[in-house]
């Protein structure tokens, strides 16, 4: 039995000096995990108190900039292409087409000052890089917009180009960033931006649907106008063709006049 009992203890020792540290081992490991939990919660709660609301306006600068601004801008200018040259409703969209513009352009810088003097700026992700390159791009475009050849010039042609081309792809490429911008504020924050994409998307399904169907709209016009003046020549001809019915049945028969008068003479 003394045996026995020795060798139980042996055992015992030997499956402690194995285990103990396995299971040490698998404890600290735990204990690392529930520390990176709780300091990730810690940083968001930081995060919420110090910089949120800097996050939250730079988001809402740059919505309204490049996200209303600056297309609904487009479609102004976009309008007043259908209007007369010379009016004053032509005048009208052009000057509100430059305000919306100059609008935009200062909200932007607005929120790139924020994002210099608040934020970390390492440019090693997707949305930052884009709004640097947004930024140059918009400023270019304005220089461009100040240097307007007058009509009748050469250069205007490629004038013209630059400018549409440019700011084509200043919208695109801003109303993609904006979800970016989105995206970068849920990895922050974890905070849910459902609802905040599934209205801005319809804000900008609704731009694009309105700049779609101002085509469309000058089509069905013309082809308003089309049918209205054929139906107005298809009833002309009608009156036409009846006034020469009844000419005909009111004049005397060519041949019936011959007769009587070779009668008359005969």
């Known amino acids: ?14 499956c402690n000096a194995f285990l103990l540290p396995l299971v040490q081992g698998s404890a600290h490991e735990e204990l690392q995990k529930a520390r990176s939990q709780r300091s990730i919660e810690d940083s968001h709660e930081k995060l919420s108190h110090q910089k949120r609301f800097d996050i939250q306006l730079h988001g809402l600068l740059l919505w309204i900039s490049m996200g209303f601004l600056m297309p609904v801008g487009i479609l102004t200018i976009r309008m007043s292409g259908r ?6 409703l032509l005048k009208v969209f052009f000057y509100l087409h430059v305000v919306l513009q100059t609008l935009s352009l200062l909200l932007a810088t607005a929120g790139a000052v924020m994002s210099i003097r608040n934020f970390e700026n390492l440019f090693n992700n997707g949305h930052q890089r884009i709004g640097l390159a947004l930024y140059i791009a918009i400023w270019a475009q304005a220089v461009i917009g100040i240097f307007r050849p007058q009509r009748g010039k050469k250069e205007r042609n490629a004038w013209f180009l630059m400018h549409w081309i440019l700011g ?3 919208s695109i490429v801003g109303i993609i960033n904006i979800y970016t911008g989105l995206n970068a504020y849920h990895k922050k924050t974890s905070r849910s931006i459902g609802l905040w994409t599934v209205l801005f998307t319809a804000e900008i399904s609704f731009i694009g649907f309105f700049y779609l169907f101002q085509d469309k709209w000058e089509f069905l016009q013309k082809q308003g106008v089309v049918l209205g003046e054929s139906e107005a020549v298809s009833h002309s001809d009608e009156q036409v063709e ?4 009844n000419s ?7 041949c019936t006049k011959q007769n009587a008068l070779r009668n008359l003479f005969d």
Not at 83 to 88: F, L, P
Not at 248 to 254: D, H, I, T, V
């Open 83 to 88: 209007m007369a040259r010379g009016s004053t």
């Open 248 to 254: 005909k049945e009111l004049l005397p028969n060519p």
């Open 242 to 245: 009846t006034q020469r019915q």
């Open 1 to 14: 039995m003394r045996n026995f009992y020795e060798m139980e203890l042996i055992a015992m020792s030997v």
């Open 168 to 170: 084509t792809i200043i």
